[in-house]
């Protein structure tokens, strides 16, 4: 009798054992996330709560005061003017990278209407928006899904390098403000940290990829990892380049909402803060709940402007949405019948 077990019947048990594994380590990812956001919440909570009770109010009537008093109006003028921007100015950076490292055949009207509905499938999970560009560029420009992957993580590469960099240019101007603000945490310490290895990474990142180090490494030819093979510094600081009129908008457009909902914020705090919200809001936790509890670390007199929060973030990824939408019928255009063959 043959009792030799064929490679394929090997491989379809190991899939079945790693399958409950998988889908432990997901539950169990999810619990956590989902605990640590509850925490972060109630932590707002309990700061606002504490700031009401000062005034006699609860801490609903607190936030419900608070945006009574707001110009909404303006409020709403302003949202919608850097929406529109935000959309232009990234579309802008995503079809420069794409063109200089997928296809040079690319135009910027073409990338339009897909970045546009990527922010529809964004609202779900910003990977499965970064999917809809690499299905397009796949289905239209015959560019393989790990080519266009990778450029989407140089992009995401820049754009934390973006944020590190305007934040610490912000906190060297105004240090004095980090040091005040690190009443619940020791931001000046963490953010210095953070700062020098970013600084002591990215030579290395530059070196390594270029293949003047670690020549053995076969890491770096990885097909995922083409767009950082390519890239030079150059490139990194162009892309930068196109980016960073909308942070620069971000910090100016969320110093004139603070003022329209009556909390006293400089220029100078928002260089310094607002970066490393961005940065705290990418971390993976529901309702963007890390972004949340540092904005009342950072703004200790006014632990209302966690929901301000809350609402400014709420608006423009909704907004950002309706602009999807309005390019979803010329999207669907190019995806499903202009790219069929």
Known sequence: MNMSVSPDSNNGSEAKEAAPATKLRSLLFRTVTWILAFG?????????????????????????????????????????????????????????????????????????????????????????????????????????????????????????????????????FYYDLVVEASTMLPLSKILTSVYLFALLYFPFHILYFNGSILKNSTLRDKPILHSLRQARLLDYLLILLCKAPNLLGAVVVYTLALDLFSVDVGFGQMMAFLPVIFIAAALPLPFHAGALLLWTVLFPAYPEVGAFSLVMHTFFVSFNAVIGLIFLPKANKELFVEGTT
């Not at 079809?95 to 970045?115: C, E, G, M, Y």
């Open 40 to 172: 972060c919440f109630y932590l707002v909570y309990n700061r606002t709560e504490k700031a009401a009770q000062r005034d006699n109010l609860t801490a609903a009537e607190y936030l419900v005061q608070f945006f009574s008093e707001a110009d909404w109006v303006r409020w709403l003028m302003l949202m919608v003017i850097y929406s529109i921007v935000f959309f232009i100015i990234d579309t802008h950076a995503t079809w420069r990278v794409i063109k200089w490292f997928n296809t040079s055949d690319i135009k910027f009207i073409n990338v339009l209407p897909i970045r546009a509905s990527a922010y529809i499938l964004s609202l779900v999970n910003e990977q499965v928006g970064k999917g809809a560009m690499s299905l397009y560029l796949l289905r239209r420009y015959e560019v393989p899904v790990w080519k266009a992957v990778s450029s989407m993580i140089l992009l995401g590469i820049v754009e934390i390098y973006q944020l590190l960099i305007f934040s610490a240019v912000g906190v060297f």
